[in-house]
């Protein structure tokens, strides 16, 4: 089926061709639509087209709208002030197009795939091997997997890349350790959770730390064992890689918790790309691109400047041979470009690493592995804030656990719920569930219906409240839906374009008709928060509606079964939406 063209982009069409017929050097001129609360929608365009033609507006405006043809989309146009077109359409367009997306035999709602689809890598979600994940890991985890979804479903391409902690000199200290204590990782049972298994890591940690720091041979052990695990020693590396499955463990467990697809092959850690970082050095220092200074391989750059204002580099290789972060970053540039054949490659990293990724970024440019075919784009992120709105502590002024974050909004979730089922219809079972839903769904709601870019508040009063903007507020809404369509018993919803809208009915149509064009605005910018604020004046559009429009008591069989096709059509563009946010919409709360 062919996408459905949305009521926006057909008034937009009528527009730019009486544009055309009035004024021709005006072909091609944008109208300037936009939904307005005047009319169904506004056209400013006139204004600046009429300044360049030296026209009237307002004289321009009335001639404009007589090129139009009101009928079976447009109702109504008229000119406003000084020259603002108002239009507004008819209520058998929006039944009519409600009812091609309500038919998409791909069950998209008429939502199209993008006809030149590309390749996109991104790398998201990123712990660190033998450490517990805090609050810091939740952001790039949600706002990653999200615009995973959206590209997925826009038709892209798209290659998911976890760029884990699993190499440096920490693993000299622990693999010694564990050597010298062969037991500390075995398991007592066939299985392990992932509770387990980052408890068996931190123990062992710690004793290791305790070790090295207070016995100075086992130090000079640890150090050895970092030279041999650089060095490529089959022995040590296999004890390294008990780490790297334990921490994988911990690592899928948290994942599931946070209903989130984290598959092994996608895991590509830093030390993935270990053959790489010496061909990566050769590259750069026989191109010219990075010089040796004082022993190190270094870029610089004429806008980087520390406080003494000299050039700060960035150091591709240390001057004792090892390598840092800038080397890895970027032969994991030269890997996604080469091998996977990426366009765009996408990093989904805090925004306090933002000089680093620059820095990276333009000497892959400068190497030539970037160019105007193939770009990087760092999607930087904020800081959680507590509710004083400094960085997220626990009383003592530790890191939060991020297990102890989630399962805390799972514990206050479950409470709602509990609470909000007064007629007893949910069994523990039921609760559990839902529970979790609406508590995983809280914390990414509240993660995503926030600008990336910008730091926002940890509130979990807030996020599992059913009023204001929050997933609740969403799923409770799906879930009314759902028990209306219930209720309504062997009374199906159908479109009837015949029928007359009320005002609430017209509102909540047009911006159904809407979704199509904001997942693709939301894909294209990533920039899941857009398709948040759709979803929840969605949610709110339909608590009008059900104020003001009866249903199942409505005044005809026919509006009956066309104001159910209204709450049919708006709770599967609620569930898909959220689906894209990585939410999940219970059918009953």
């Excluded at 507590?386 to 960085?391: A, E, I, L, R, T």
């Excluded at 089922?421 to 529970?435: K, N, P, V, Y």
């Excluded at 069989?557 to 209204?566: H, W």
Aim: charged share 25%; with cysteine.
């Amino acid at each position: 089926m062919a996408p459905v063209t949305s009521l926006t982009a057909t008034v937009h069409q009528h527009l730019a061709a009486a544009l055309a017929s009035t004024l021709p050097e005006a072909d091609g001129v944008d109208p300037l639509l936009r939904r307005s609360d005047r009319a169904d929608f506004q056209a400013n365009g006139i204004l600046a087209l009429a300044k360049k033609a030296k026209a009237n507006p307002r004289d321009l405006a009335t001639r404009v709208v007589a090129q139009v043809t009101t009928g079976d989309v447009i109702r109504d146009i008229e000119v406003s002030g000084p020259g603002f077109l108002n239009i507004t359409v008819t209520d058998q367009a929006i039944t009519d197009n409600l009812a091609a997306r309500a038919t998409d035999p791909d069950a998209r709602l008429g939502v199209p795939t993008t006809a030149t689809p590309g390749t996109t890598v991104i790398d998201y979600a990123q712990p660190n091997v033998a450490k517990e994940m805090h609050v810091g890991h939740l952001r790039s985890a949600v706002i990653g997997d999200s615009v995973v979804q959206l590209l997925e479903f826009t038709g892209e391409n798209v290659v998911r890349r976890h760029h884990i902690g699993d190499w440096g000199t920490q693993f000299g200290m622990l693999i010694q350790y564990l050597d010298e204590h062969p037991h500390e990782l075995d398991h007592k049972a066939s299985q392990v959770t992932g509770e387990e298994a980052m408890s068996n890591l931190d123990r062992l940690y710690k004793s290791a730390r305790r070790l090295f720091d207070s016995d100075d041979a086992f130090k000079t052990r640890a150090r050895r064992r970092v030279v041999d695990l650089q060095a490529g020693d089959p022995h040590t590396l296999a004890t390294w890689q008990k780490f790297v499955d334990e921490s994988k463990i911990y690592f899928f467990s948290v994942f599931e918790k946070l209903d989130m697809e984290v598959r092994d092959p996608d895991i590509v850690g830093e030390s993935g790309y270990n053959d790489m970082l010496a061909e990566t050095c050769r590259l750069l220092e026989e191109s010219g691109v990075a010089v040796r200074s004082e022993g190190a391989l270094c870029v610089f750059f004429d806008d980087v400047k520390g406080p003494d204002g000299n050039p700060v580099p960035l150091i591709v290789q240390k001057s004792d041979g090892g390598y840092g972060y800038a080397a890895t970053d970027l032969s994991a540039i030269r890997d996604r470009v080469f091998h996977l054949k990426a366009d765009t490659l996408l990093y989904v990293v805090d925004a306090r690493q933002s000089l680093h990724f620059k820095m990276v970024f333009e000497t892959a440019r400068r190497a030539g592995w970037l160019n105007d075919d193939v770009t990087a784009h760092q999607l930087a992120f904020g800081t959680v804030l507590g509710k004083d709105g400094k960085p997220f502590k626990t009383r003592e002024g530790e890191t939060v656990r991020l297990v102890d974050l989630l399962d805390e909004a799972v514990d206050r979730a479950t409470a709602v719920v509990r609470e909000k089922d007064t007629q007893h219809q949910l069994t523990e079972a039921d609760i559990a569930d839902r529970g979790a839903q609406v508590g995983i769904g809280a914390v990414k709601y509240a993660d995503l219906s926030t600008s990336a870019n910008r730091d926002y508040k940890f509130d979990l009063d807030q996020m599992v409240s059913l009023n204001g903007d929050t997933s609740v507020y969403l799923q409770y809404a799906y879930a009314r839906i759902q028990s209306i369509l219930r209720k309504a018993g062997e009374v199906r919803p159908a479109p009837h374009p015949e029928l007359a809208l009320h005002e609430a009915e017209r509102a909540l149509g047009l911006h159904v008709d809407a979704f199509a064009e904001t997942v693709a605005e939301a894909a294209s910018e990533y920039a899941p928060h857009k398709l948040a604020a759709y979803l929840y004046q969605l949610a709110s559009l339909y608590t009008t509606f059900y104020d003001k429009c009866p249903v199942l008591k409505a005044e005809s069989p026919a509006q009956v079964e066309n104001r159910l096709f209204l709450c049919d059509i708006t709770a599967r563009t609620l569930n898909q939406g959220m689906a894209l946010l990585g939410i999940r919409t219970p059918e009953r709360l």
